[in-house]
T-cell receptor, first 112, second 112 residues
Framework: GENVEQHPSTLSVQEGDSAVIKCTYS??????FPWYKQELGKRPQLIIDIRSNVGEKKDQRIAVTLNKTAKHFSLHITETQPEDSAVYFCAAYGGATNKLIFGTGTLLAVQP | KAGVTQTPRYLIKTRGQQVTLSCSPI?????VSWYQQTPGQGLQFLFE???????NKGNFPGRFSGRQFSNSRSEMNVSTLELGDSALYLC???????????FGSGTRLTVV
């Protein structure tokens, strides 16, 4: 069935450094790739998304890249701040299945 | 506009009991998806409803069921509760043209 793999499971960076989280999906029909941030005790919140007809999208300090051929997509956070500390989930939406399948999450810790 | 509302926020049930959780989507959203979130398993897809029809189902036993009403509100039911059903149950709604899922705050279910 559909599967989304996410790496790393934990990531610790110094404030001001960049962070990169990578995901791989299995369903080649997937056409939408959102990223969610979940702070402790709160709901997942959409931070950025990309559709399959776009290779890169940027919103201030965050960016997402998509390689459809390799079925990879990545989240890039630049100039990290302590408030970026959270669990980040990638997801892939299958065009044929109408399912949003999530990766297992990455716990990002930004050390001040 | 109001967000996704889930009730109740917390529940404690005994093994063998059943439970019903409720989700009211954002006004105008017709798609409602349910997820189970546990520390070890991340966000696991339960099912998705659109216009009162279940479009997709995840790999959960038949004890997990759901439905959607004509006003798009959705309920999920878990019968014969097991200790392993303890989790945060999240629902998310999406509009017809917008694949960006908005999550509710979840229902924290504890089975004792």
């Amino acid at each position: 069935g559909e599967n989304v793999e996410q790496h790393p499971s934990t990531l610790s960076v110094q404030e001001g450094d960049s962070a990169v989280i990578k995901c791989t999906y299995s369903d080649s029909a997937s056409n939408y790739f959102p990223w969610y941030k979940q702070e402790l005790g709160k709901r997942p919140q959409l931070i950025i998304d990309i559709r399959s007809n776009v290779g890169e999208k940027k919103d201030q300090r965050i960016a997402v890249t998509l390689n459809k051929t390799a079925k990879h997509f990545s989240l890039h956070i630049t100039e990290t701040q302590p408030e970026d500390s959270a669990v980040y989930f990638c997801a892939a939406y299958g065009g044929a299945t109408n399912k949003l399948i999530f990766g297992t999450g990455t716990l990002l810790a930004v050390q001040p | 506009k109001a967000g996704v509302t889930q009730t109740p926020r917390y529940l404690i049930k005994t093994r063998g009991q059943q439970v019903t959780l409720s989700c009211s989507p954002i006004s105008g959203h017709r798609s409602v998806s349910w997820y189970q979130q546990t520390p070890g398993q991340g966000l696991q897809f339960l099912f998705e409803y659109f216009s009162e029809t279940q479009r997709n189902k995840g790999n959960f036993p038949g004890r997990f069921s759901g439905r959607q009403f004509s006003n798009s509100r959705s309920e999920m039911n878990v019968s014969t509760l097991e200790l392993g059903d303890s989790a945060l149950y999240l629902c998310a709604s999406a509009g017809q043209r917008d694949l960006g899922y908005t999550f509710g705050s979840g229902t924290r279910l504890t089975v004792v």
